[in-house]
């Protein structure tokens, strides 16, 4: 099972937009709805952002918006802060012999 | 409030084994799925193993298949992985991880352990 592919890095100034990209497969992201998005800040457990492509935890910002199209999920951050400065992972549920697989992650950097 | 707390990792030499618990509370351990996920230094998560909530149903990587074992005490509210055969590529921080009840999403995340497998 081979990770799902992610930008290795994405930048952008305070209050842009910027858009993080989580290609897969039909065996994958394509075939379910079960991409979650995840933040990381260095030395850090990952929090979940966006979980069934889409949907917010409760205390999650507004700000953070996921889709899906075709076998490619994606993860908008809007009015960008320095406090969003994180690596971002993808996951999703797998149809393959194992059950999870993860994004190879991204760095936001907030310019 | 959900807490996992990970516990037994250290430095083991190649081949050696471990055993890594992770203590969950704050909600009712017996009635969730739970992860294992990896991190080596300076790299990205990768999964390492699931159990459902009875033992019923078990998953791993093919990294680890064979030479690692998942299981759980739901009496104690813990999650065990047994590691063995252990190997440089090995060395990871361990995070122990709840699954939603809705499906499989992973929720929320111990602080993690650090294993180091060297001579």
């Known amino acids: 099972q081979s990770a799902l592919t992610q930008p290795a890095s994405v930048s952008g100034s305070p209050g842009q937009s910027i858009t993080i990209s989580c290609t897969g497969t039909s065996s994958d992201v394509g075939g379910y709805n079960y991409v979650s998005w995840y933040q990381q800040h260095p030395g850090k457990a990952p929090k979940l952002m966006i979980y069934?492509?889409?949907n917010r935890p409760s205390g999650v910002s507004n700000r953070f918006s996921g889709s899906k199209s075709g076998n490619t999920a994606s993860l908008t951050i809007s009015g960008l802060q320095a406090e969003d400065e994180a690596d971002y992972y993808c996951s999703s549920y797998t149809s393959s012999s194992t059950f999870y697989v993860f994004g190879t992650g991204t760095k936001v950097t907030v310019l | 409030e959900v807490q996992l707390v990970e516990s037994g990792g250290g430095l083991v030499k190649p081949g050696g084994s471990l055993r890594l618990s992770c203590a969950a509370s704050?909600?009712?351990?017996?009635?969730?799925?739970m992860n294992w996920v990896r991190q080596a230094p300076g790299k990205g998560l990768e999964w390492v193993s699931s159990i459902s909530s009875s033992s019923s149903y078990i998953y791993y990587a093919d990294s680890v298949k064979g030479r690692f074992t998942i299981s759980r005490d739901n009496a104690k509210n813990s999650l065990y992985l047994q590691m063995n055969s252990l190997r440089a590529e090995d060395t990871a921080v361990y995070y122990c991880a709840r699954d939603s009840h809705s499906g499989p999403t992973i929720l929320e995340w111990g602080q993690g352990t650090l294993v180091t497998v060297s001579s």
């Open positions: 704050g909600f009712t351990f017996s009635s969730y799925s």
């Open positions: 069934e492509v889409s």
